[in-house]
């Protein structure tokens, strides 16, 4: 990288020039002055087509200056258009390096400063405020150069044609130089002002959409759009008089370019009468005259936006004139590797406002050892960590870690001998994979491919998953998988294996909960659509919902006599679930057991109504449709307010061999039949080794069933490919398809994988049940004691027995320090806080 | 293919029917209005256990009430010097009930002792299902209240001479 750059918010705009590619830029000049030149050409063409061709009726001489004329438009237009290209080129170039560089230097201000900045205010200065500036770069050195040029040359063709007329006409120049800078900087002003608003709003927005579990839990839809409107109102005034000052530029800029002609007309139409300019001349001169508008107006325009970037540039850069309160990197040395000691010394942290967060802490621990933090929320617990983790800069005393002070260390040297775990840790979009190795990554190659030898290995990584339990939802998410024919199918026949495996080691044990696809029964956890059709859909007209609508097969219900019986079932269905649900609201808790959806409730209520008054037979084909469709989706499995006749069931059986026979022939790519040798690739793995239906949501009947399929993998050696790609599952934007528990246990498994020598989890395992909380406590007891040093705040106070050190803190102080039992004997703060007040005393 | 026979020979009556008729028997249900009453029943699932499996886990929060149809199960208590047997319960007992109500971290297990067919009810099913019927809120109430009395006066009853250590622990009727 370059030597001592300044940062990027104390650049000028005008430096960005420097910095963009010259060589585009000096390609640009040429072009540009070549251009001028062909747009003065036209005009001595013209003169010489009315005073040379049609005077002395030369027709050569007309061809050869129209085809020139011709010639110099084409080349002009051309011209005009590279220009462009080039301007274009130049500017987002330099406005996708201004946004990088800002970003980047965004991403390393310290913590504080964003906890007044909110998203929004730093979306809209990276992506809106920005864009003008960029433009401002692309324009730069062609235009003013252009418009200076051809105003020049026009200016210099005109003298040349009549110096008087010329005099005249650039007279009123000097005077709009003089003007348009006074309303510009009226327009300068309130547009500082527009920027200050935008952010504003940027920001509040930000905040509701982050806020929005707020907004929906308390109702107050109207106090945030109080909020908003007012800030709408303001932006509104203020680029109202933005605008009018921008227009007033324009408008003046246009009056004064619109005078010059009158005076031409006046001054020269008099020559002209008196005989003292020829008639070609005076039209040369007008032509000439109000092509000076065109150049003259791209330089006002090109003054506006220059002001515009000027304001918007600088306003941005100001308000990241912030400086990272740690150095990045280290100079001329690799980062160091510290023992894992940490000294704190009489230090105090006092935040804005003079609030005295920490206040002369004392503390040692020695390579290896373990230390809770506890007290009540507020003693100064997290701060303590963070300060320890470099997050926040304390203000006096010092911070030790490994013999070196914390505050003067590069960020690197901390993330190479440190791991944080926050209390809410952050997923990122992307792979399980990749939020796993985030922390590795950042260490190893500052994350530029995850490939690289030094990362962990597959082996590491489960071994990690496993550790922090985080092991089994991987493997669901594997499990849960969708192969896809083209990529998978070795993996398809191995799986196929495993399904015959595990219904002969555990079909038997496992009956009660599972039930197994078998050709010849019918399914009573399966729907009637699947026991029909005894497969899987591979096209979208087959599935349940739109079978009722497939001709195909309402012709085979016809057929095989079975659209009567279906249709009975789906009245029967419909009465029933109508009779049971028909006043509860749709919310899905009531609706689990039913065939109806919640929000189908009301349509069917009016059907059964129907119902109630016709028979099946008068019912309109839509209303029959519905009923079928409520007789595919049914369950006895599931739906239990109806009773499934036993003659249905071998009507079903009959008709499935049938249809099997029918649909083979006419469509066999429809659907892919339950068969033991067959992987079927719409469906999930899970359901591909499982091969059947689970009777029971009962937790513990899916762990039997969990533990079976995990022991069948194993002796096939898949499991570990099955947890390889759970973990590809995209855990969705902020990991939002995560839980909690899931989320926080990534983080602590991150930071684990990386093993640094200083452990620091601030409530790491807070949204933890109980099982996976002492599991990672017994971890940090077994297996990181005496390796890494542990700094862990804790609120739960039962899993502190094991630490070697016990600080409770209380106002930013810490009150008593020691091992489990000496403060319990003491019966200090700590056995106040573990049995109440009333028992200390 | 055992289950299929099952069902077979069971009346031709739904889950559903069956499932009312088994609540009107019960202390609790027998008096509500019929439309509560059927959405109760609907709510309400069947679950089987075989002898071992587990109705209830020491220590989960899993928010269910379990009444049983037949079978028995056992009620133990894990803890430092072990698992401690503490009782039995059998067909028609309702066992569970207080974990509807609100949180609760179970501090017994409750086992399956032979085959055992429950009706099930979950925390979230029932509180939506109260909301729809809050003329049942005094009910669930007042049903509760007999039945910690009626526990702690069997409890005084049935083991009139404690311990004197267990004499000061008695009176959670109080609470």
Not at chain 1, 340 to 367: R, Y
Not at chain 1, 528 to 536: D, E, M, P, R
Not at chain 1, 737 to 751: D, E, H
Request: charged share 25%.
């Amino acid at each position: 990288m370059g030597k001592v750059k300044p940062p990027v918010v104390n650049r000028s705009l005008w430096s960005w020039i420097l910095t963009s590619n010259l060589k585009l830029q000096a390609l640009l000049l040429v072009v540009i002055v070549i251009a001028v030149f062909t747009r003065v050409l036209p005009l001595e063409m013209q003169k010489r087509i009315v005073n040379e061709a049609i005077r002395f009726g030369e027709l050569e001489l007309l061809f050869r200056y129209c085809g020139l004329y011709l010639a110099a438009v084409v080349l002009a237009v051309s011209l005009k258009y590279l220009i462009n290209v080039l301007q274009n080129l130049i500017g987002e170039t330099v406005l996708a390096d201004m946004r990088k560089e800002l970003y980047h230097h965004i991403l390393t201000l310290p913590l504080n400063f964003f906890r007044k900045t909110q998203p929004g205010l730093v979306v809209s200065s990276l992506v809106t405020e920005l864009a003008t500036a960029g433009n401002f770069v692309g324009m730069a050195i062609a235009v003013p150069v252009t418009s200076v040029l051809t105003l020049l040359a026009f200016a210099a063709f005109l003298l040349w044609l009549n110096p008087l007329l010329a005099v005249i006409s650039l007279s009123i120049y000097p005077l709009v130089l003089f003007l348009v800078p006074m309303v510009q900087r009226r327009a300068n002003l309130a547009n500082k002002e527009r920027v200050d608003v935008t952010r504003t709003l940027s920001g509040k927005i930000g905040e509701a959409i982050t806020g929005i579990h707020e907004i929906h839990g308390n109702g107050s839809y109207r106090i945030e759009n109080r909020k908003y409107d007012k800030m709408v109102e303001a932006l509104r005034k203020v680029r109202v008089s933005w605008n009018l000052y921008k227009f007033g530029v324009k408008v003046l800029n246009n009056f004064f370019n619109n005078l010059s002609p009158f005076l031409i007309f006046i001054v020269g139409g008099y020559l002209a009468i008196k005989g003292r300019l020829d008639l070609g001349a005076l039209v040369a001169f007008i032509s000439a005259q109000e092509k000076l508008y065109e150049p003259w107006k791209e330089l006002i325009e090109f003054y506006q936006v220059y002001q515009d970037a000027t304001v918007r540039y600088s306003r941005t850069m100001e308000y990241f004139d912030t400086q990272p309160e740690h150095t990045l990197e280290p100079e001329d040395r690799e980062p160091y590797e510290l023992a894992g000691s940490i000294e704190v010394k009489d230090l105090s942290f006092v935040a804005e406002g003079g609030i005295q967060l920490l206040d002369n802490i004392n503390l040692t621990l020695k390579p290896g050892e373990q230390l809770a933090l506890v007290g009540f929320s507020g003693s100064g617990k997290s701060t303590l960590a963070q300060c320890i983790g470099q997050l926040y800069r304390y203000t006096s005393g010092h911070v030790l870690l490994g013999g070196k002070e914390v505050k003067d260390l590069s960020k690197k040297d901390v993330i190479y001998n440190t791991g944080f775990v926050s209390q809410t840790p952050f997923t990122f979009e992307g792979t399980i994979r990749e939020n796993l190795l985030y922390s590795c990554a950042a260490v190893v190659n500052g994350g530029e491919t995850l490939e690289v030898e030094a990362m962990p290995s597959l082996d590491d990584m489960i071994e990690t998953l496993q550790q922090t339990g985080i092991f089994v939802d991987v493997l669901r998410f594997g499990l849960n998988t969708i192969l896809l024919y083209d990529e998978h199918q070795e993996l398809a026949a191995k799986l196929v294996r495993v399904r015959e495996n595990f219904r002969r080691d555990f079909g038997e044990e496992l009956a009660d909960y599972v039930e197994f696809f078998d050709e010849d029964e019918y399914l009573y956890h399966s729907n009637v659509a699947v026991n029909l059709t005894f497969g899987s859909a591979n096209k979208e007209n087959y599935t349940v919902e739109k079978l009722p609508e497939n001709d195909y097969f309402r012709q085979f219900t016809d057929e095989a006599d079975l659209t009567r019986p279906l249709l009975t079932l789906g009245a029967d269905l419909c009465r029933q679930t109508v009779d049971i649900l028909g006043n509860l609201p749709p919310e899905n808790v009531f609706f689990e057991q039913s065939p109806i959806g919640p929000h189908e409730l009301e349509d069917y209520k009016e059907l059964a109504k129907r119902i109630a008054k016709k028979r099946l037979h008068q019912l309109t084909s839509q209303d029959q449709t519905s009923l079928l469709r409520l007789a595919l989706r049914f369950t006895p499995g599931i739906h239990k307010m109806v009773r499934m006749p036993s003659i249905f069931e071998e009507f079903i059986l009959e008709s499935r061999a049938l249809f099997k026979e029918k649909i083979s022939e006419d469509d066999p790519k429809a659907i892919t039949f339950y068969q033991t040798s067959e992987y079927i690739y719409s469906k999930t793995i899970l359901d591909n080794i499982l091969f059947g239906k689970t009777k029971t949501v009962n937790p513990h009947a899916e762990e039997k069933i969990n533990q079976s399929i995990i022991q069948v993998l194993i002796e096939e050696d898949l499991l570990e490919t099955i947890v390889e790609i759970g973990m590809e599952f995209q855990v969705g934007s902020k990991g939002d398809r995560l839980s909690g528990g899931q989320r926080q246990k990534l983080a602590i498994a991150r930071i684990f994988l990386k093993a640094p020598g200083v452990l620091i989890m601030d409530e790491a395992t807070s949204a933890l049940d109980n099982n996976s909380q002492s599991r990672i406590q017994g971890l940090l007891d077994s297996r990181w004691k005496g390796k890494s040093t542990l700094i862990a705040v804790v609120h739960r106070l039962d899993i502190i027995k094991g630490y070697d050190k016990i600080a409770v803190m209380k106002a930013g102080r810490i009150g008593e320090i020691g091992t489990y039992e000496e403060l319990m004997n003491r019966k200090g703060m700590l056995y106040e806080l573990i049995y109440g007040k009333k028992a200390a005393v | 293919m055992n289950s299929s026979m099952e069902r077979r020979q069971q009346s031709e009556s739904s889950e559903f029917q069956q499932n009312l008729e088994e609540l009107r028997q019960m202390d609790f249900f027998s008096a509500l209005s019929i439309e509560a009453l059927k959405v109760f029943a609907y709510l309400f699932t069947r679950e089987k256990f075989k002898p071992g499996d587990h109705l209830i886990h020491q220590e989960d929060n899993d928010g269910k009430a379990f009444y049983i149809l037949s079978g028995t199960a056992v009620v133990v208590r894990q803890d430092e010097r072990g698992e401690t047997n503490l009782g039995e319960f059998g067909e028609g007992d309702f066992l569970g009930g207080l974990a509807l109500l609100g949180d609760m971290r179970r501090l017994f297990s409750v086992r399956a002792h032979t085959d055992l067919l429950c009706l099930v009810m979950t925390r979230e099913k029932f509180t939506k299902a109260i909301e729809q019927f809050p003329e049942l809120v005094p009910r669930v109430m007042e049903t509760m209240v007999k039945r910690v009395r009626l526990w702690e006066k069997r409890l005084l009853l049935e083991h009139g001479g404690l311990c004197d250590q267990c004499r000061k622990k008695v009176g959670v009727s109080l609470i």
